[in-house]
């Protein structure tokens, strides 16, 4: 394409609040109205640019879904700042680390989560070796029923003082999560099978799962594990310890 016919294109995005560049989206104020001479010549410089070469709308688009991405990532945060104080409280039994840390991490993770499994190692040996750290868990079944059933176990048991026993224990297993299973796990860390199987189906139990999914809402959450540094950063997926570290530091820095 010649440079004044990609001059004429720029000036065309422009127009349409778009750049003529795919790698950078932005959203200028397109004008408020044109005549219809004006509106010709956008059509038709379009026109053209995409016949002479018709990757610029592929680019085009792609440069719209990640600037639609960043949004949702940037509201996303926003939420953070404004329910900071929702977002990083918890029952007292899903806090761990330093209650009175410098810095809170929000851990959203479902039990069945191949890859929530894998951060456990990560995060145990992160929270030993940074003893300013605070760490806050939303369970949140999301990915089936067999979540639910988990998710449900797992708050019953806190009710007999058991949550991260049982957390722990449904974590590890193997075993496709029945509520026979659930038994044999409850009893053979020291809890009442007959109460948590009742108390699975509490009012209590149903509000935190509740209020656990409205936060994840919030923030949009696209899958799990999701970590949320802070108010500086919400990064999704099985992160490194070295990812980690760098986040916190961030974190503390932005604080």
Known sequence: MTRPTRARLAGAFLALGLTASASVPAFADPASSFTPQQRAEIVSILHQALKDDPTILSDAIVALRQGAQ??????????????????????????????????????????????????????????????????????????????????????????????????????????????????????ANGMSADKLVSDMHASSVAAQINENLAEARLIGLDGTPTFVFGTSAIIPGAVSAEEMRAQIKNARAAH
Do not use: W
């Not at 404004?82 to 806090?95: F, I």
């Open 70 to 187: 960043q949004k949702a990532s940037d509201d996303a945060l926003s939420h953070v700042k404004s329910d900071r104080e929702r977002l990083q409280k918890g029952p007292d039994y899903t806090v761990r680390g330093n209650p009175n840390g410098d810095l809170t991490i929000v851990e959203f993770l479902d039990p069945r989560c191949g890859y929530c499994r894998s951060m456990v190692p990560v995060v145990d040996a992160l929270l030993k070796a940074d003893p300013k750290l605070r760490l806050v868990e939303k369970i949140v079944p999301v990915l089936s029923e067999k979540s639910v059933l988990d998710t449900q176990a797992i708050f019953a048991a806190a009710l007999q003082g058991g949550y991260e026993k049982m957390k722990r224990a449904l974590m590890q297993d193997t075993a496709p999560p029945t509520l026979d299973r659930i038994r044999q796990l409850a009893t």
